[in-house]
């Protein structure tokens, strides 16, 4: 029988890269959709607060995907939340499920931009469609990282990893209380992955989307998939174990 207090190798090695090709997904689909979409952001979400708020103030109009994507990010985030809990209700997994929905949701907004062909006019229905797909699978990944992956640091919105990783740096720098350095460099080795799939796949979706414009989409939606099929080798409860085992800096004090 197998020890679950104790990770297997696969476990602690996935749980250190899924966090990354997390990140690599929502840079690439971030920055894709910013360019392509009429300047949606589909997983940095309070940047379209921004932009009505700015379009609201100047006596522009916004676009409805700007509008629609902070409820709609909302909602969604909310039903994967109820969908991870009923899960967990009936003793199942709730990561492998809601990767699945994530990759479903990036293939369906990959699906109409390639059946809508090159200039796609942001404005339209259909480009709106496929923002709210992408839009969705970005609340389906913030959430299964708070619900699925305790512990594992956030990997569509890095500013406070960015934050958290330069003051730990600070820390370490500083030669502060061994205990700290410790705890410090623990936090900043968990932190840079994120970060630094995230600013790659902001470059790498920048490039694809210039070259190829919306079809680039393949690229977030076979991250996704690879995700996936990582959490597919990982065994759940050590999964959790190896999380855990790392102290999560927005927990601590």
Not at 157 to 184: C, K, Q, S, Y
Request: glycine share 10%; proline share 5%.
């Amino acid at each position: 029988m197998t020890d679950l207090t104790m990770p297997s190798a696969n476990s602690w090695l996935g749980i250190r890269l899924l966090p990354g090709v997390l990140s690599l997904t929502a840079g690439s689909m971030d920055v894709i959709g910013f360019l392509g979409l009429g300047g949606l952001f589909t997983a940095h979400i309070t940047g379209n607060l921004v932009i009505v708020a700015a379009h609201i103030v100047t006596g522009e109009v916004a676009q409805w995907a700007a509008i629609l994507s902070v409820p709609v990010f909302m909602l969604v985030l909310c039903l994967a939340r109820l969908s991870a809990g009923g899960f967990e209700m009936i003793g199942l997994d709730s990561l492998r499920p809601l990767l699945l929905a994530q990759f479903l949701l990036l293939s369906g907004s990959l699906a109409i931009c390639v059946a809508a062909g090159p200039g796609i006019d942001p404005n339209a229905a259909i480009a709106t469609v496929a923002g709210m797909l992408a839009v969705s699978a970005m609340a389906v990944q913030n959430a299964l990282v708070q619900v699925s992956l305790h512990g594992v640091p956030a990997t569509a919105v890095i500013t406070t990893n960015i934050a958290r990783f330069t003051t730990d740096v600070g820390t370490i720098l500083l030669g502060a209380r061994r205990d700290e350095v410790v705890a410090a460099r623990e936090r900043a080795n968990r932190l840079w992955p994120s970060i630094a799939g995230f600013i790659i796949g902001c470059c790498v979706g920048a490039v694809g989307e210039a070259r190829f414009g919306l079809r680039a989409l393949a690229l977030p939606a076979g991250l996704a998939l690879l995700a996936l099929a990582m959490a597919a080798k990982l065994n759940a409860p050590e999964a959790q174990v190896a999380a855990l085992s790392v102290p999560d800096p927005d927990r601590e004090k």
